[in-house]
């Protein structure tokens, strides 16, 4: 029963280096989150997919991409890293409105 | 733009007292959620509420939606050690399209 899952767990990037945090669920879940969260603070929304297909920006979209290909997974793209992007990173997905959100384990970033 | 305001951002206070943490906005919620944090971890549902005015009760914890659908409230009766954790308010709104938005953390440490 895996729910969430996301990889890396951790990851050291230098400044100007790309990478992708992947995301995969295998509830059949129609909507997914991306959140990033800095220590002892709230999370703040990247972006989010309703379905296959369909993205959104949140609140913090900038430096960032994303894809919805398939229901299951959800990649979130960094270009050009930066030391601002330091941070730890939730994948999250509910089956529905109004519904539980389910997180993988995060993703801790450093950019160095 | 829609905010959700949480307040306090840290609580410290001895076993056995009451608390209450606030979740504000000034635009009408679809729903509303607690969440708690621990160190490492994504967060975990505590409760849902969708109706104004509901109240909803686990254990020692309190959950009030405010009758406007704008507020929630969430009161800990006799707080224990076991507490401590970051409580975390998400809420979704009409016509946002399944964005999902989280306060910004309620930092709380319970001293034995």
């Known amino acids: 029963n895996a729910g969430v899952t996301q990889t890396p767990k951790f990851r050291i990037l230098k400044i100007g280096q790309s990478m992708t945090l992947q995301c995969t669920q295998d509830?059949?879940?129609?909507?997914m989150y991306w959140y990033r969260q800095d220590p002892g603070m709230g999370l703040k929304l990247i972006y989010y997919s309703v379905g296959a297909g369909i993205t959104d920006k949140g609140e913090v979209p900038n430096g960032y991409n994303v894809s919805r290909s398939t229901t299951e997974d959800f990649p979130l793209r960094l270009e050009l890293a930066a030391p601002s992007q330091t941070s730890v990173y939730f994948c999250?997905?509910?089956?529905?409105?109004?519904?539980?959100?389910?997180f993988g384990q995060g993703t801790r970033l450093t950019v160095v | 733009t829609q905010l959700l305001e949480q307040s306090p951002q840290f609580l410290s206070i001895q076993e056995g007292e009451n608390l209450t943490v606030y979740c504000n906005s000034s635009?009408?919620?679809?729903?509303l959620q607690w969440y708690r944090q621990e160190p490492g971890e994504g967060p975990v549902l505590l409760v849902t509420?969708?109706?104004?005015?509901e109240v909803k009760k686990l254990k020692r914890l309190t959950f009030q939606f405010g009758d406007a659908r704008k507020d929630s409230s969430l009161h800990i009766t006799a707080a224990q050690p076991g507490d401590t954790g970051l409580y975390l308010c998400?809420?979704?709104?009409?016509?946002?399209?399944?964005?999902?938005?989280f306060g910004q953390g309620t930092e709380l440490s319970v001293k034995p």
């Open positions: 635009s009408v919620f679809s729903s």
């Open positions: 999250a997905s509910i089956i529905d409105m109004n519904t539980e959100a389910f």
């Open positions: 509830m059949n879940h129609n909507y």
């Open positions: 509420v969708v109706t104004g005015g």
């Open positions: 998400a809420g979704q709104y009409y016509n946002q399209g399944g964005k999902l938005i």
